[in-house]
């Protein structure tokens, strides 16, 4: 009996054995099929991932910036979805680094990747209040999420985020992590990174954020779009950015009082607009970058290559100009002159300084009431200086025709009859020309007639001192036009021309004149000093050299004549808008006919300055001439502009050589 009670024990415990080694075998065998089932899901979706080497090759996305001369002043920002400025880690304050890791990944430094607490945690917060509320995505999930994948909410995609973030977090360090995550994640109004983001909102460098401020961009990382500051949910943005607070202080990162008093602090966002400084001579610079770099690398080549553009422009310079545009428009507007543009240039490099295409671009389009561009008394777009076609520059092309005399063995002391004179048919109609004041003084010397604009006496050098013959003579004076830069001069060509009754471009005239202040040496247009790549390398530089197109002492003598204000004085008077008191400067005049365009153009050694005023339209001003509608912009600036250079005065011309 106790012999079979004792085998049954025997049995019935090596049954037992039997079943925990089933068991056992059944256990690792589905472990090891769960291993096995693991590893060929995680190759099977890992195949086609992009290796996290990529970050280290991946070009972000980032716009191109144009600069003022200095670098310091931006101009306007060419992006397209994404409006970037990449930074070092080392550069972006530790508070937002803090107020990002307390608003989105409180446990970054601490986890491999996965916040595994996090994911329960957020899963117990959703089903406790029955709605997806709260998320467990780390920082380094978001920023695979953000580079890699797509944002279809799939478990497949899942899969793969979770094996990259952990292939991602073995290679690579948390602060490269960071650094990446700050430079990519997005803040809305198509702001990505943290540079960018406080520029939008705050028009600062991320250096310089209060601690309110690095919280707001914090809380923005959450929903962009949901939390703006322009929409309807900013008080909500303000909510979450005291909620960050609070946990900043509670990770320690800073005190309850710090945390109090930031919640206090009124935050002032920038407004929300089209940040564009100088727009018409910005709009005219990315128009040139459009011409060279979209025709060979395609539309988006400027808004994703992160280049940096040194303009030519002095902000300075700029400012004063538009002032003196604005504030003498107004002033126009009684004479029926509605508006007016200003160009500046450096005549020693050609680099233009200032440029005002129009008295106002940010007004109403066609705010005088018309109904379309061709009509209008004022258009806010249109650029003047450049596409101001129809423009005729009046008696401010004289100079090139008696620069052209000059050439010709004439000087300022030769006499030429002022008299009502018949210049025969020219367009089947006999050119009588007229003087300004229907007045003729008989005998005049080439310098009273240059300094007081005289219409007759101009006529006669144009066809008798520039040539052998009177087409010659046109001819001559047309090919200095040109050879000064003028390049919208179209035949046939008639004797009419001195007075500007052909058309030419404000920036083109401005330039022409800095040949007189360069004694002959001409420099086209500058308007781009240097364009450099995402990586500070230099690919374009502007080269640009003089060439001398007019001969030393002729141009000395027309700077003579156009400086001398006692022989201006008998038309504009002694204390006119063409004088600059303390500072040797030479200027000239021109009205078109019926008064529709008003010119003045005038120049230092080291600074020309073109100003024009009438309409739009070309529809006639109240009678008024340069001197009253243009020449007060043109005082006001150089005034100003003036005290920024060193004081210098024509070299008089060699008067026995002439």
């Known amino acids: 009996m106790a012999r079979r009670i004792y085998h049954r024990k025997i049995l019935g415990e090596t049954k037992r054995i039997k079943r925990i080694k089933i068991i056992l075998k059944l256990f690792v065998f589905a472990f090891v099929f769960f291993v096995s089932f693991c590893l060929l899901l995680f190759f099977y979706y890992a195949k086609d991932l992009p290796r996290p080497e990529k970050f280290m090759e991946k070009q972000f996305i980032e716009s191109t910036k144009i600069y003022d001369r200095t670098g310091e002043v931006l101009l306007y920002n060419i992006y397209g979805e994404e409006k970037r400025t990449i930074i070092a880690m080392e550069s972006v304050p530790e508070q937002l680094i803090q107020a990002i890791i307390t608003a989105e990944d409180r446990s970054f430094y601490k986890h491999h990747g996965i916040d595994y607490r996090g994911v329960m945690r957020a899963i117990l917060v959703n089903l406790k209040l029955k709605k997806p509320a709260q998320g467990g995505s780390t920082i380094t ?33 948390k602060d490269q992590i960071m650094e990446w995550y700050l430079n990519q994640v997005p803040f809305g109004s198509n702001a990505y990174g943290v540079e960018a983001a406080s520029q939008t909102y705050f028009k600062k460098s991320v250096q310089d954020l209060s601690l309110e401020e690095s919280a707001i961009l914090a809380s923005l990382v959450c929903g962009p779009s949901r939390l703006s500051p322009y929409g309807q949910n900013k008080d909500r943005l303000l909510g979450r950015k005291d909620y960050v607070l609070e946990g900043m202080a509670k990770q320690g990162y800073i005190s309850k009082e710090e945390a109090e008093e930031a919640k206090k602090r009124e935050i002032s966002f920038a407004p929300k607009l089209v940040e564009i400084k100088a727009p018409h001579f910005t709009l005219y610079v990315k128009s040139q970058l459009e011409r060279e770099y979209e025709r060979e690398y395609g ?23 538009e002032k003196a545009v604005e504030e003498r428009a ?24 200032a440029m005002v295409g129009s008295k106002d671009y940010f007004a109403e389009s066609y705010p005088e009431g018309c109904t379309s561009g061709k009509d209008c008394l004022f258009e806010p777009k249109v650029n003047i200086p450049i596409y101001g076609i129809g423009r005729q520059p009046g008696s401010a092309f004289k100079p090139f025709v008696y620069v052209t005399a000059f050439q010709n063995g004439y000087d300022d002391k030769t006499i030429v009859v002022d008299e009502k004179t018949n210049f025969g048919l020219w367009g089947d109609e006999e050119y009588i020309p007229q003087n300004y004041d229907g007045k003729f003084r008989g005998e005049v010397t080439l310098r009273d007639a240059l300094a007081q604009s005289i219409n007759v006496p101009s006529v006669k050098v144009l066809v008798n001192f520039c040539g052998p013959t009177v087409q010659e003579s046109i001819e001559n004076s047309v090919k200095t036009a040109q050879r000064l830069g003028i390049t919208t001069l179209r035949p046939p ?68 004549i156009l400086s001398d204000n006692e022989a201006r004085a008998p038309l504009f008077g002694f204390n006119s808008s063409l004088y600059v008191k303390g500072y040797d400067t030479a200027a000239k005049t021109g009205t078109t006919q019926e008064y529709k365009d008003a010119w003045t153009i005038g120049y230092s050694p080291s600074l020309v300055c073109g100003v024009w005023a009438g309409n739009n339209n070309n529809s006639p001003t109240n009678k008024k001439p340069g001197v009253t509608l243009s020449a007060p912009i043109w005082k006001a600036f150089m005034s100003e502009a003036l005290q920024k250079f060193p004081k210098e005065n024509f070299i008089q011309p060699e008067k026995e050589s002439l």
């Open 141 to 173: 999930q978001q920023l695979i999420r953000s580079s890699f994948l797509t944002l279809n909410k799939t478990a497949e995609r899942k899969i793969r985020e979770i094996i990259l973030t952990i292939e991602l977090e073995r290679k690579y360090t």
């Open 299 to 321: 539309s988006n080549f400027l808004k994703e290559n992160g280049l940096k553009v040194y303009t030519s422009l002095d902000w300075e310079l700029q400012q004063l100009a």
């Open 330 to 353: 107004k002033i126009n507007k009684n004479y029926r002159a509605h508006n007016a543009a200003l160009v500046a240039l450096n005549p020693k490099n050609g680099e233009v300084l």
């Open 493 to 560: 060509y008639g004797p009419a021309i001195v007075l500007g009754g052909w058309e030419v471009r404000l920036l083109e005239m401005t330039s022409a004149y800095g040949i007189f202040a360069t004694e002959g040496l001409k420099i086209p247009p500058v308007t781009i000093l240097r364009i450099e790549d995402a990586d500070g390398k230099i690919i374009k530089e502007n080269k640009k050299t003089s060439q001398r197109v007019l001969g030393i002492n002729e141009t000395r003598l027309v700077n003579d």
